[in-house]
């Protein structure tokens, strides 16, 4: 072989050959069983080997020389070497902890560093952060805050356990479905990724078998490529989703289509509901009519929709899209409403689904199983914010805020860890958390990347990527486990994450608790015996650790669980002995607990709150997931390719505005601004532009993002006081032909 060789490896976009020569990674190819492959990995040889990588431990000057005459993401850096870098950090570390408690130490981690199982930097951090004493977490994510938050209330389950067990297989969807009715759209590009990795990626393909069994297959969006070509598109201005289901709903009570023993017997609330949307006690009808002028699509059109619901098999399709903007419960909690008033809920191919498309294991039909796991250990300390409140969390110590019916109170933090991952890639509105980051006495940050986090933490200590490293790759809901083998050698001075939480826990007294006494290779083999006795338990056969190494990958049989199982079909054949967990043991369409929050954005039941905009920018964003990429992974191999982010408009606005595909533009508002080049479309409304997520924040003196991040325009603001997720969508703005000085 000599100094070429080649293996497969996996990630969060799938599993691709990596090709080795000299110690460098020169080329890779897709795997031969993915049916669609992403362009993705593509990128991966340019961004391992990049400029833009750590090549060793520093610290940031004017926090070294205590000076405040620099701030975080305006200062210089001084190299270390390890041995003092770890000793800096374990002494701030223990300062902290002994002046202000470990409730003073907030663990930052979003957990889509790699697809790999023990090297999990999410894990790893709350691990050792556990092993010394605890932290302030986070709860729910940027992508389904406000949806973690309302479906317990309405269905009684973790919404995760919605996604991923109560719902219908593509399978069954083939067989049963004859309505697919799609909120926001379900995007291929979307379900390139998914947590620990899409091994064969088949969404487009069955949507062809969709079209060539002949269902109704309406995409509603103000996207027409939110959607495979197969869909009937039918435009909506965004925020209004709620005011088309509540017309729909008027229809379907109106015209008597409305289950209504389903209702009676599986729903609790509905009189008191249907008093809002058919106007009555105070409040005004909820008509098609009225819909029209909220959503602009005609009130033919959704009387129309509301029939084709009614007349046969539909499944109501939500993407986690329509939660993370404002008042995003609603949509989520409504959609709920529509599919119980349809009476589907519990039957083949009917009822409600989250999140197809969004990632690409939702609705394969593979055997749930637990995978190899890095346990994290217990945290010692209850406290926690919801995630996208980091920046209130940082400007506002000690204040109140509500959350899902709780009176709490902002912690006091004095130091951030940050492991795998790039707040300031994800975060809505850039400037205010740049603000808000300038609080906290020491940032501590693990990256292999120089990422605008990387560019605004105290201490950086350069971490490897997943092919300088071995682990094991899985997903749930595919069918594949990996042997991810090294590749490369570290590159520069970089270390594994666990390497350095060791070496920093020797330096803390807890390197028993973190390290159990176990080598990285150790640990690998042990997690992956406890995964490899759990599936034999469950009758699937797995290979042994040094078989799988040997053959590199392996698909295990257990892809047939999905094909029959029902979602919600126990509670419907039998709701008193297998009700749902929420207080009337029913689908809450009415939910007397929330309306004892007393919340006026989010009463006892869902409501459409119009969008409140600033009329001086009259453009709405869209801030979708980008198709070269995971979120902003490889970002610096994709600046090579393409200098900035691409702005997508309608013609109609583009002519009035006078500016041509190509052109060179500014995005901007009250908040901040941005650069983008235009694309010119006619699969987006007028009003409405889009510009996706991914591009590293680069702002300059003036404060003009050069790279194009729409966090730079989006409102950090919760979705509500009930959910308090991200409401990065449906944002005001205004363009500009951008005129360089």
């Known amino acids: 072989m000599g100094n070429k060789s080649s293996k497969i490896t996996t990630s969060h976009w799938g599993a691709f050959n990596v090709f080795v020569e000299n110690g460098r990674i020169i080329n890779t190819e897709p795997f031969h069983a993915d049916p669609a492959p992403p362009n993705i990995s593509q990128l991966v040889p340019s961004?391992?080997?990049?400029?833009?990588?750590?090549?060793?431990?520093?610290?940031?000057?004017?926090?070294?020389?205590?000076?405040t005459s620099t701030k975080r993401g305006n200062?210089?850096?001084?190299?270390?070497?390890?041995?003092?870098?770890?000793?800096?950090?374990?002494?701030?570390?223990?300062?902290?902890?002994?002046?202000?408690?470990?409730?003073?130490i907030f663990g930052g981690s979003y957990g889509w560093a790699s697809a790999g199982r023990f090297h999990h930097s999410q894990s790893q951090l709350h691990r050792f952060l556990n092993s010394m004493g605890g932290y302030i977490s986070s709860y729910a994510s940027y992508s389904t805050g406000a949806a973690q938050a309302i479906i317990p209330h309405v269905l009684g389950l973790n919404f995760h356990k919605v996604t991923w067990g109560e719902i219908n297989s593509w399978s069954l969807i083939e067989k049963h479905t004859d309505n697919l009715i799609i909120f926001g759209g379900i995007n291929p590009k979307n379900s390139q990724v998914s947590m620990g990795g899409s091994t064969e990626h088949d969404v487009s393909s069955q949507f062809k078998k969709f079209g060539y069994a002949g269902k109704k297959m309406v995409s509603i969006s103000p996207q027409k490529d939110d959607s495979p070509n197969e869909t009937r598109w039918l435009p909506i201005n965004p925020g209004t989703d709620v005011a088309l289901m509540l017309a729909i709903a008027h229809v379907l009570e109106t015209e008597e289509l409305a289950d209504q023993l389903f209702l009676s017997k599986y729903c609790s609330g509905y009189e008191l509901f249907k008093k809002y949307f058919l106007g009555r006690d105070g409040h005004f009808a909820k008509t098609p009519e009225w819909a029209s002028e909220e959503t602009g699509i005609d009130a033919s059109e959704i009387i129309k929709l509301a029939r084709n619901m009614a007349s046969g098999r539909t499944l109501i399709s939500v993407s986690w899209s329509l939660q993370r903007a404002r008042y995003?419960?609603?949509?989520?909690?409504?959609?709920?409403?529509?599919?119980?008033?349809?009476?589907?809920?519990?039957?083949?191919?009917?009822?409600?689904?989250?999140?197809?498309?969004?990632?690409?294991?939702?609705?394969?039909?593979?055997?749930?199983?637990?995978?190899?796991?890095?346990?994290?250990?217990?945290?010692?300390?209850?406290?926690?914010?919801?995630?996208?409140?980091?920046?209130?969390?940082?400007?506002?110590?000690?204040?109140?805020?509500?959350?899902?019916?709780?009176?709490?109170?902002?912690?006091?933090?004095?130091?951030?860890?940050?492991?795998?991952?790039?707040?300031?890639?994800?975060?809505?509105?850039?400037?205010?958390?740049a603000k808000a980051w300038q609080y906290p006495e020491t940032v501590i940050v693990h990256e292999p990347w120089w990422t605008a986090t990387a560019k605004r933490a105290d201490i950086v200590l350069p971490a490897t990527t997943q092919f300088e490293r071995s682990d094991i790759g899985w997903a749930k809901g595919d069918p594949y486990i990996f042997y991810m083998p090294q590749m490369i050698p570290p590159v520069g001075l970089a270390k594994d994450d666990y390497d350095i939480f060791a070496e920093l826990s020797k330096k803390l007294n807890c390197e028993e608790n973190f390290t159990e006494n176990q080598s990285s290779e150790e640990w690998i083999q042990s997690i992956y015996d406890k995964f490899y006795m759990q599936s034999k338990s469950q009758g699937i056969n797995v290979a042994d650790l040094e078989t799988l190494k040997e053959k590199n990958f392996e698909r295990m049989t257990i892809d047939l669980d999905g094909e029959n199982y029902v979602p919600f079909k126990a509670f419907r054949d039998d709701p008193l002995k297998s009700p749902l967990a929420t207080p009337t043991g029913k689908i809450e369409i009415y939910s007397e607990k929330i309306a004892k929050f007393n919340y006026p954005e989010i009463p006892g039941h869902p409501i459409f709150n119009k969008p409140l905009l600033d009329q001086k920018f009259p453009l709405r964003l869209l801030s979708p997931q980008p198709h070269d990429k995971l979120h902003s992974q490889l970002q610096a191999a994709a600046e090579d390719i393409t200098k900035h982010a691409v702005l997508v408009m309608n013609p109609h606005d583009a002519g009035k505005r006078g500016i041509s595909k190509g052109d060179l533009i500014k995005i901007w508002n009250s908040r901040g601004s941005c650069l983008a080049t235009l694309e010119i479309k006619e699969t987006i409304i007028p009003g409405v532009i889009s510009l996706a997520t991914g591009a590293w924040f680069s702002p300059t003196k003036e404060g003009l993002d050069i790279s194009g991040n729409p966090n730079v325009l989006t409102a950090d603001t919760g979705t509500s006081d009930l959910g308090q997720g991200a409401a990065a969508h449906n944002i005001e703005v205004e363009v500009e032909k951008y005129q360089e000085n």
Request: proline letters at 7%.
């Open 328 to 433: 995003g419960e609603h949509p989520f909690w409504m959609a709920c409403v529509l599919a119980a008033m349809l009476g589907q809920i519990g039957l083949p191919g009917g009822g409600i689904g989250f999140g197809y498309g969004a990632i690409g294991n939702i609705g394969k039909t593979a055997k749930r199983m637990q995978g190899p796991l890095f346990e994290q250990g217990t945290n010692p300390i209850s406290d926690f914010i919801p995630v996208s409140r980091i920046a209130d969390m940082l400007l506002n110590p000690g204040r109140p805020y509500n959350f899902n019916g709780e009176k709490r109170i902002y912690p006091d933090i004095k130091l951030v860890y940050w492991c795998g991952g790039n707040p300031f890639h994800h975060h809505q509105d850039l400037n205010r958390l």
């Open 47 to 67: 961004a391992v080997h990049h400029s833009k990588r750590i090549d060793q431990p520093y610290v940031r000057k004017g926090w070294l020389e205590k000076t």
């Open 75 to 104: 200062d210089e850096y001084v190299p270390l070497a390890w041995e003092d870098a770890i000793d800096l950090a374990a002494k701030e570390l223990i300062r902290v902890k002994s002046n202000f408690g470990n409730e003073a």
